[in-house]
């Protein structure tokens, strides 16, 4: 775009608004929606910061990573079926049953950790829970 009165020594251009506008509004309108670009970077902004949070709250200590999250898991499980497992065998050393029922209970513990193990959400243990006339209690 050529200037009608080109600026020198410190004076500003001088352009026909006739011609200006028409090409302004030609390019305003190739660009595309205003603030276009201004949400994406919202939203990458947005998106650090959340993910500057979550890492501000592991170094607290406020949340796990998956992979110790599951370790933690599987440890308290197998601790959880060591000490179901022993019941049968302690009722009976307490007199609670007689030393020839601690198979059938065993048995008994057994098909529950069975079950269990074939929970795959919550949906499976409120399932469970009805089945077997209570409803789990909310751990939040």
Known sequence: MVATRPGRGGKPSLFDLSVVLPKYLEHVQRAGPAGGGR???ARRDNAQAALNELRLQRERGEVMGRAQVVAESQAFIRAAVSVL??????????????????????????????EIS????????????????????STT
Not at 120 to 136: Q, W
């Open 85 to 114: 497992r022993q019941v049968p065998s302690k009722m009976a050393r307490a007199d609670l049953i007689a030393a020839a029922a601690v198979p059938t209970v065993a048995a008994f513990v057994d098909e529950g950790l069975t």
């Open 118 to 137: 074939r929970w795959s959400s919550m949906v499976d243990v409120i399932a469970a829970a009805g089945r077997n006339g209570g409803a789990p209690e």
């Open 39 to 41: 949400d994406a970077r």
